[in-house]
């Protein structure tokens, strides 16, 4: 890989936006680019083992750079983007789908609702860790800001589901809206209980760290949320993967579940 240049990288990726509204063309430009930057010191082994897609192993920087030419194009031309994101996903390489995710992230809401409507098949169809984060965050991130509540029925969808992947999808999706700031903690609860209720190890990861950072916004409101399904004759396999996630969430909201599960 050559040493990334700047001012060289910069001309490179404005050259590449310039055929915006050519998809075919851009992933063409793209590839070349990706190509150029390919990190060739790391063993392909070593890639296979972690990775189920094809990657140019391309470094961080060349596309931060991209995305920053694509962000204002994606504003002024959100048809031509949606067009571009679809290319990008079918594109199929690391790169090409996270690029995808993020230029979905970009487009103006009502513009993107065609395509946040795909993210469950872009999901089905991902094994990548890096992947659906790209997917459950950056893909999300207009939605997820302008209008929250769609955000909150859109989760309420994956929450709801009797599939347990989905349920992962809406407790990651879930997290980067707890902050400690956030005020609609009752929507939040109401979404989340059927997840909780059907807890078990499939998702026990994803609600440990969902219940952690619900316990950083109010430990005390998540204390009772927790306590008023507990008092109602929770299913054993419930109580078995709360007690297993205890050690990984705050201490006080860690020792309030203890006693409530001594209790129970």
Known sequence: ????????LKTQAARLVEHFDQPDDFLRRLHEYLDFYTNRTIRARQIAQRLSLPTYRTPRPVLRQIEA????????????????TNAMWNAGSL?????????LGMIPLAAAMPGIAR?????????????REALLTDALVRIRKENPQAYLNLLEIWLRSPLSGM???????????????????????????PTVEAAGPATQVELRACLAALGQVSPTETLYFLGEIIKSDPPPMLVR??????????????SGLREMLRAA
């Open 1 to 8: 890989m050559p040493a990334i240049d700047l001012s060289r």
């Open 69 to 84: 030419e694509l962000a204002p194009l994606a504003e002024a031309r959100p048809e031509s983007a949606l067009k571009l």
């Open 95 to 103: 790169e090409a789908r996270l690029l995808a995710a993020r230029l």
């Open 119 to 131: 993210i469950p098949d872009w999901l089905r169809g991902s094994t990548d860790r890096e992947i």
């Open 167 to 193: 349920q992962v999808w809406g407790l990651q999706a879930l997290i980067p809206v707890l902050k400690p700031d956030f005020e609609n903690l009752p929507a939040v609860f109401r979404i989340l209980r």
């Open 241 to 254: 993967t709360l007690r297993r996630i205890l050690t990984g969430l705050p201490e006080e909201l860690q």
